[in-house]
C-alpha cells in the first residue's frame, strides 16, 4: 500500500531558529513529491521535486529530495513567527489513468517569538 | 475567479440528511481534484476528474458518497445519508494540466459538521 510518513507531528521552535521537515515514502513507481504550507485553510504549494540531489530554494525555505533512500526534507532557516502552519508533503505515484496524490499526515510547526 | 471557490463554507446538517459540496475550478484546469481532511490529519483522497476521461473513484470511503463534473467545470460532492464520522473539511484542488508537473491549487474548503 502506497504510504507518505512525515516526522516529525508537531515542532516548537524559537523566532531564529532553524528546522528541518522530514516526509518519507512507499510508492509504487515514484512521479513526483509536493510540499504545501497549510495556515488556515488552503494549503499553498512550495515546491515539487521530480530528481534526486537537486536543491530547491525560496528564500528561506529550501527542500531536497532522495530517491534512493526514498525521502525529502524541508528546510526553514531563520524562522519568523508567520512560519507558524502545518507542512504537508504529498507524493503521486505513477499509475496509468490517473494523477492522484498520496499525502501525509503534515507536520505541525509553532515559532515562538 | 482567480482562485478555486468551495461552497459553503461552512455546513452543519443532522445525521441522516443528504450534503452538496460545490467546487468551481481555476478557469481552464482540466484537473479537479476532492479531499477530506479530518481534525489533526491529512488530506484523503476521494476523487479525481480529468477532462472527459473517467473519474479515478478510489478513494470514495462508501456509495453514499458519490461526485460528477459536469461540462469540464463545476464539480459537486454529493454526501447522502450522513454520518457523524462525515464531519471533516472537504478540500477541492485543480490543476491546469493533464501531467504530473502542474501542483495543485487547493480552495478554502467547506466544513462539514454533522450533529
Known amino acids: 500500500e502506497d504510504k507518505v510518513v512525515q516526522s516529525p507531528l508537531s515542532l516548537v521552535v524559537h523566532e531564529g531558529d532553524t528546522v528541518t521537515l522530514n516526509c518519507s515514502y512507499e510508492v509504487t513507481n515514484f512521479r513526483s513529491l509536493l510540499w504545501y504550507k497549510q495556515e488556515k485553510k488552503a494549503p499553498t504549494f512550495l515546491f515539487m521535486l521530480t530528481s534526486s540531489g537537486i536543491e530547491k530554494k525560496s528564500g528561506r525555505l529550501s527542500s531536497i529530495l532522495d530517491k534512493k533512500e526514498l525521502f525529502s526534507i524541508l528546510n526553514i532557516t531563520a524562522t519568523q513567527t508567520g512560519d507558524s502552519a502545518v507542512y504537508l508533503c504529498?507524493?503521486?505515484?505513477?499509475?496509468?489513468?490517473?494523477?492522484?496524490?498520496?499525502f501525509g499526515t503534515g507536520t505541525r510547526l509553532k515559532v515562538l517569538a | 475567479g482567480a482562485g478555486v471557490s468551495q461552497s459553503p463554507s461552512n455546513k452543519v446538517t443532522e445525521k441522516g440528511k443528504d450534503v452538496e459540496l460545490r467546487c468551481d475550478p481555476i478557469?481552464?484546469?482540466?484537473?479537479l481534484y476532492w479531499y477530506r481532511q479530518s481534525l489533526g490529519q491529512g488530506l484523503e483522497f476521494l476523487i479525481y476528474?480529468?477532462?472527459?476521461?473517467?473519474?479515478?473513484k478510489s478513494g470514495l470511503p462508501s456509495d453514499r458518497f458519490s461526485a460528477e463534473r459536469t461540462g469540464g467545470s463545476v464539480s459537486t460532492l454529493t454526501i447522502q445519508r450522513t454520518q457523524q464520522e462525515d464531519s471533516a473539511v472537504y478540500l477541492c484542488?485543480?490543476?491546469?494540466?493533464?501531467?504530473?508537473?502542474?501542483?495543485?491549487?487547493f480552495g478554502d474548503g467547506t466544513r462539514l459538521s454533522i450533529l
Open positions: 478557469s481552464g484546469h482540466t484537473a
Open positions: 504529498a507524493v503521486q505515484p505513477s499509475t496509468s489513468g490517473t494523477y492522484k496524490y498520496i
Open positions: 476528474f480529468q477532462g472527459n476521461s473517467a473519474p479515478d
Open positions: 484542488a485543480s490543476s491546469s494540466a493533464r501531467t504530473a508537473n502542474q501542483p495543485q491549487h
